[in-house]
């Protein structure tokens, strides 16, 4: 049992220093997302004992969602954390779309992002770990995801840095036990009514049980599927060529590429406006109607809020309010 406490310690810390090696700056400051649950408790304690030695100061933020009853005890327990570990604790309460049409998950989150994004730290730290990975992976794919969303999380993304996408939640449970601490559970994460924890409990335990090793394995491919995302970016940008990696964009630049090179760089340029693809089918169509169609002609396609157009011989992006 001690070697078993001992090993689960040594897996999270190790994770925890060399993601720090990698990416965090001395004089940088790093916040915590702090929802008070396991695996954010065990995160901020990791990173109390990292950080001194790396010279980087360290707070946590926790955003109150309002939508469980307990939400003040949850805040209340997190308050009472960050004062007796002497972690400055930064609260704030959003307002999440109860009736959003992507469900109420997708809105907690967005509002969630939304708060983090409003920090001024040099990097928001999150507590996703292996097994998160796996059910990320399993759900963008039912989702009808491609290639980058198949890549799952990114142990960065922006200022998002997450330093434990290759520990085992097994490891994280066994790291809280080592150390005695202490966290709340949201009784929502046993509710299978929602996707990701349906997923979670009836699937992702399955798989596991049936094939062990699975959920490691699936989290092994989901970086390996970023890996790919990142070559095929790179290939982008060799297509580009001289032109700017940004709308507007040339169509005869597309119509030099194979079909498939000239896809990946609309989705190239897409992602970096931050525009979701609805289905490679309408991307495959509006590829087919830029490049075919009469010159006195403006094939368009909107893609959610946004609206690509041929105009003049390029392909223009606009918000659909302006359209």
């Known amino acids: 049992m001690e070697n078993s406490k001992s090993r689960s310690t040594e897996l999270v810390t190790a994770a ?7 990416r965090v700056a001395g004089g940088q400051t790093l916040v915590a997302g702090l929802s008070g649950g396991l695996d954010s408790v065990v995160l901020l304690h990791a990173l109390r004992h990292a950080t001194p030695r790396r010279q980087v100061s360290l707070a946590a933020f926790h955003v109150h969602h309002a939508l469980s009853p307990n939400a003040d005890r949850w805040e209340d327990h997190c308050r009472a954390l960050c004062a007796a570990w002497n972690i400055p604790l930064t609260v704030e309460r959003v307002e999440v ?3 959003s049409s992507d469900g109420l998950e997708a809105a907690a989150r967005r509002a969630r992002h939304a708060a983090f994004a409003r920090t001024p730290d040099d990097w928001i730290v999150l507590a996703h770990h292996r097994d998160d990975q796996a059910e990320t992976l399993l759900f963008n794919l039912l989702r009808g995801t491609g290639l980058r969303g198949a890549a799952a999380m990114q142990e960065t993304n922006g200022r998002l840095l997450r330093p434990l996408l290759a520990v085992g939640r097994d490891a994280i ?3 809280a036990r080592a150390h005695g601490l202490r966290w709340i559970d949201d009784e929502s994460n046993a509710d299978t009514r929602f996707a990701r924890n349906h997923l979670r409990h009836e699937v992702l335990a399955g798989l596991e049980a049936r094939f062990p090793g699975g959920t490691a394995n699936l989290a092994g ?13 790179d290939l982008a940008v060799l297509d580009l060529g001289a032109h700017a990696a940004a709308f507007p964009l040339d169509v005869a630049v597309l119509r030099s590429l194979t079909e498939s090179r000239a896809r990946n760089v609309l989705r190239f340029l897409l992602q970096r406006r931050h525009i979701g693809i609805p289905s490679e089918e309408r991307l495959r169509e509006f590829l087919r109607q830029l490049i075919c169609a009469a010159p006195d002609r403006h094939p368009a396609v909107m893609f959610g809020r946004w609206r690509l157009q041929r105009r003049a011989g390029k392909v223009v992006v606009e918000a659909a309010a302006d359209a």
């Open 16 to 22: 925890l220093e060399a993601c720090l090696e990698r």
């Open 173 to 175: 449970e066994a790291y």
């Open 221 to 233: 491919a989901a970086r390996r599927f970023g890996e790919a995302q990142v070559l095929l970016d």
């Open 97 to 99: 779309e109860r009736d």
